[in-house]
């Protein structure tokens, strides 16, 4: 592989359009990303635990339509995260993701790493355990690696305010803070 590799959590979001109508799409900021690089002609391959539930197959087949490595993707025995958005203007959205697959990443092997030059990190996936710690690893060695690095507003933000429940991610944001080609998208 040699191109980009994107960190993170996939899930399904289902979005009223508000009239009470939903429509249900592949959702989670790594794997939005991912699709849109492959779709750009990035080599681009995502790295984020996928269910074995019909979501998770829905996901898996998308995916490989739109050309995404999912050679780094395990497939685990628990529920697809789900994000249910209520309303977009203002975003009112809730999370049911206890115990969800995205949640279950533990890693990737060394020889993931061969060609890479960027790894992007996204999603609520990398504040929530026990995924959590198993991002630190890949966020340190892209890193040692020279990757570009990158992550979102979001996560950055969250990540800078040291709480109980982010002080692990806060270590995940120090790493990329001091990568001299780290960048933050929206």
Sequence with gaps: MSGV??????????????????QVRAGGSAWNVA???????????????????????RLLAEGAAQGLDLRHTPRVDAPTALSVVHRTHPAQ??????????SRFSGVAEETWTGVVAAYFGGITLVRDPARDAFLTPA?????????????????????????????????????????????WA
Aim: hydrophobic share 35%; proline share 4%; aromatic share 12%.
């Design 93 to 102: 959205y809730t999370f049911y993701a206890d115990g969800a697959a995205d």
């Design 5 to 22: 590799l994107c960190f993170g959590g996939a899930v399904m979001d289902f979005v009223n359009d508000g009239h009470d109508h939903w």
């Design 35 to 57: 699709r849109v690089l492959a779709a750009l002609g990035l080599p681009t391959a995502f790295a984020g635990a996928l269910s074995t539930d019909p979501f998770g197959e």
């Design 140 to 184: 340190r060695a892209a890193r040692a690696r020279g990757c570009w690095w990158s992550t979102t507003r979001t996560f950055a933000r969250n990540s800078r305010t040291p709480t109980r429940r982010s002080t692990r991610s806060t270590s995940l944001w120090r790493i990329s803070s001091r990568c001299p080609r780290t960048t933050s």
